[in-house]
């Protein structure tokens, strides 16, 4: 099933300064959200009051819910919906639905598996703000409360038709040049290690030549290579597929600089691509590196990758990785390791209707710490004291910690060394915390009491003991009955 529905919605709408010289989008758009996407929009000038844009979104299979569908063994729905509008004028708004077919469970769940949404787009010259957004229909069926999406917003710059011959942006492919798929993802290394650049120029007088300069820059280092394509002027429009060997080239972002000789411009244009060789890069780079670094990073840090370019997010992660290997110059990054092994479970087992098994607070308990020594799971708590008894045994000094050795003795001798003071205080709050959470108490669903020795395993080894020797206690509770567990209380000042 696919619709299109297209209309005209009244606004106005800032935009950024764009360099006149820089057509297209210099970085692909990043959906941001419940999930990721990406889009890229490369510009090819035609004659005529409009200009061709080939719109191209990719979207990875293990970022949509698939489900069983009459004919089909699993089935993934997306809503897509794409404006482009300036200050009084909409040139596109349309919302379609897409369809995805899985043959089987592996293959919906694979994170190397994607679909290429492709709308090809007339718009007239200017700036124009683009608002990309994505709704998981078969999940927001699911979730019920919300929908399930994401969304991107950039800027795109379709230029005046000129006199003199004009070149499109690059579109940056994947696969045999008589066989390529558009890669709206700029990704290359793993996959593919050859760079793979389309251009088309249009309006060349027969038998006039022109060159077009082409460069590879490494942000850092500089230039990585340097080409001059020949145009011979053969017809009204001739094509170029610029392609560089990348195999000695390290893992990091680049930019393609292209500078026409024929066209009087301030600064070359440049567009962003990136490299990656390990596979466990790789995934990040084409999985979901919001969700990573939602669990990684501060609020502030997070902030600031937000901000980012996905070719930027990847090389942030992999800085990241790399400062926290325990082994480095060899080949494993054993923490790394452990982060997908635990990302792994807790999609598994404790995804949500609205989450993915990793953001959930048993998730992200899971992954900082590892798994629980003792998990107390009541499905069904057959009384009102179950939870009770729970809370207590979240924070109470005073329960037996080893057989025939109880807290309490421990917590005398405290006294007669002075430290009573400060365990009753202690004692204080934690019974004006008890009264607060026995007042729920009757409204509880099911509940999970884990345990764990001292501060558990932590994945990296900065994350302070925040707690005394009794071990870190976690409380979840599911009070709405629909499997969405929740962190009451802890005896830890948890990482949110």
Not at 35 to 60: H, I, K, N, S, W
């Amino acid at each position: 099933m696919k619709s299109t529905r297209a209309c005209i919605l009244p606004g106005l709408l800032l935009l950024a300064a764009v360099s006149p010289a820089q057509a297209g989008l210099r970085s692909p758009l990043a959906g941001q959200g419940d999930f990721e996407f990406v889009a890229d929009m490369p510009v090819f000038p035609q004659e005529g009051e409009t200009t061709r844009v080939d719109f191209t979104l990719r979207l990875d299979h293990h970022q949509m819910r698939f489900r069983p569908a009459y004919g089909h063994p699993l089935q993934a729905e997306v809503e897509l919906r794409l404006k482009v509008a300036r200050e009084g004028m909409v040139a596109v708004d349309t919302t379609q639905v897409y369809e995805f077919q899985a043959p089987t469970l592996e293959v919906a769940q694979s994170s190397q598996r994607f679909e290429l949404i492709e709308i090809p787009l007339r718009i007239g010259a200017g700036n124009w703000a683009v608002t990309v957004e994505v709704t998981d229909r078969q999940a927001s069926r699911e979730g019920r409360r919300r929908r399930i999406h994401a969304t991107a917003n950039g800027v795109l710059r379709v230029p005046v038709a000129a006199s003199t011959p004009t070149m499109s942006d690059p579109e940056f492919r994947l696969g045999a040049a008589d066989a390529s798929l558009p890669n709206p993802e700029r990704l290359y290394g793993v996959v593919q290690d050859t760079l793979d650049a389309y251009f088309e120029i249009r309006g060349t007088p027969t038998g006039v030549a022109r060159t077009l300069e082409v460069e590879v820059l490494d942000p850092v280092y500089g230039g990585m290579d340097r080409q001059t394509l020949r145009f011979e002027g053969r017809g009204e429009v001739e094509a170029r597929l610029y392609r560089l060997p990348l195999a000695t080239f390290p893992e990091g972002n680049y930019v393609l600089r292209l500078r026409p000789t024929w066209i009087q411009e301030e600064s070359p244009r440049e567009y962003e691509f990136t490299v990656v060789w390990k596979m466990g890069r790789f995934a990040d780079a084409g999985g979901d590196l919001l969700l990573d670094a939602k669990l990684l990073f501060d609020d502030e840090t997070l902030d600031r990758f937000q901000k980012l370019p996905r070719a930027a997010q990847t090389a942030m992660l992999a800085d990241f990785w790399e400062g926290h290997d325990p082994t480095p110059g060899t080949s494993r990054n054993e923490v790394y390791d452990r982060f997908r092994e635990r990302m792994a479970f807790a999609w598994r087992f404790f995804g949500e209707s609205l989450l993915p098994g990793p953001l959930t607070d048993r998730g992200r308990t899971y992954v900082r710490l590892g798994p629980p020594k003792d998990r107390d799971v009541r499905v069904l708590p057959s009384n009102d004291d179950d939870l009770e008894s729970a809370i207590t045994r979240v924070h109470d000094r005073y329960q037996i910690e080893f057989e025939g050795v109880t807290a309490r003795e421990q917590a005398s001798k405290d006294d007669a060394l002075g430290g009573g003071a400060r365990a009753t205080e202690r004692d204080q709050i934690a019974s004006r915390e008890r009264r607060r959470l026995r007042g729920r108490v009757g409204s509880e669903g099911s509940f999970e009491l884990w345990e764990y020795d001292f501060n558990g395993d932590p994945l990296f080894d900065e994350v302070e003991n925040w707690s005394e020797n009794i071990g870190y206690r976690f409380l979840f509770v599911d009070r709405t009955g629909d499997g969405s567990y929740r962190l009451e209380y802890s005896n830890v000042a948890t990482r949110r």
